[in-house]
């Protein structure tokens, strides 16, 4: 992903992506302007690693058909996710650290410039909020590897499915 402008701590080696999306802006009179998105999107293939090129994920197929969503207003819902086959690769490195956690922690800088002198200052953006309405895992795969003491720990757990409905950020 060598066109995004920050360098990610993962390398994507393949995958498909097929979406049905829609963007509406809307700007009511009385009203902050929304930016809605809607529609669908189907992850085909995937195949993730680390920059180190130790596997990372691996994804059959991810289908996620979004809800309400509004990019300005920041609120994100999700009506439905499903996962088939995925495969993921977690390990504890010799300095006792996760590699997801690791991965996770390596967020963009949030450093905003000082508005100039004698401009209007920006209104806080509202909190984020997020839902899923249903997510599903079907046959999935989980290897750890932990190289934190002498002695190598490898387990797996294969064949696992979960399920949950409801979630949100309240």
Same mark, same amino acid.
């Given at each position: 992903?060598?066109?995004?402008?920050?360098?990610?701590?993962?390398?994507?080696?393949?995958?498909?992506?097929?979406?049905?999306?829609?963007?509406?802006?809307?700007?009511?009179?009385?009203?902050?302007?929304?930016?809605?998105?809607?529609?669908?999107? %189907?992850?085909? $293939?995937?195949? *993730?690693?680390? #920059?180190?090129?130790?596997?990372?994920?691996? /994804?059959?197929? +991810? &289908? =996620?058909?979004?809800?309400?969503?509004?990019?300005?207003?920041?609120?994100?819902?999700?009506?439905? %996710?499903?996962? $088939?086959?995925? *495969?993921?690769? #977690?390990?504890?490195?010799?300095?006792?650290? /996760?590699?997801? +956690? &690791? =991965?996770?922690?390596?967020?963009?800088?949030?450093?905003?410039?000082?508005?100039?002198?004698?401009?209007?200052?920006?209104?806080?953006?509202?909190?984020?909020?997020?839902?899923?309405?249903?997510?599903? /895992?079907?046959?999935?795969? =989980?290897?750890?590897?932990?190289?934190?003491?002498?002695?190598?720990?490898?387990?797996?757990?294969?064949?696992?499915?979960?399920?949950?409905?409801?979630?949100?950020?309240?």
């Amino acid at each position: 992903l060598d066109y995004l402008p920050r360098r990610l701590p993962i390398k994507v080696t393949s995958g498909a992506v097929d979406s049905d999306l829609k963007i509406a802006f809307r700007q009511q009179p009385d009203g902050p302007a929304t930016l809605g998105l809607s529609g669908s999107v %189907v992850l085909k $293939d995937l195949q *993730v690693k680390e #920059s180190s090129d130790a596997p990372l994920v691996s /994804i059959k197929r +991810l &289908d =996620l058909t979004l809800g309400v969503v509004d990019l300005l207003g920041r609120k994100f819902g999700i009506e439905r %996710v499903v996962v $088939d086959s995925p *495969v993921i690769h #977690s390990r504890v490195g010799r300095q006792g650290t /996760i590699n997801w +956690l &690791d =991965l996770l922690s390596t967020t963009p800088s949030t450093a905003q410039s000082a508005a100039p002198a004698g401009s209007k200052a920006e209104p806080p953006a509202p909190p984020l909020a997020w839902s899923v309405a249903e997510a599903r /895992i079907n046959g999935g795969v =989980l290897h750890w590897l932990d190289e934190s003491s002498d002695k190598l720990v490898r387990a797996s757990i294969e064949g696992f499915n979960l399920d949950l409905r409801k979630l949100d950020s309240k």
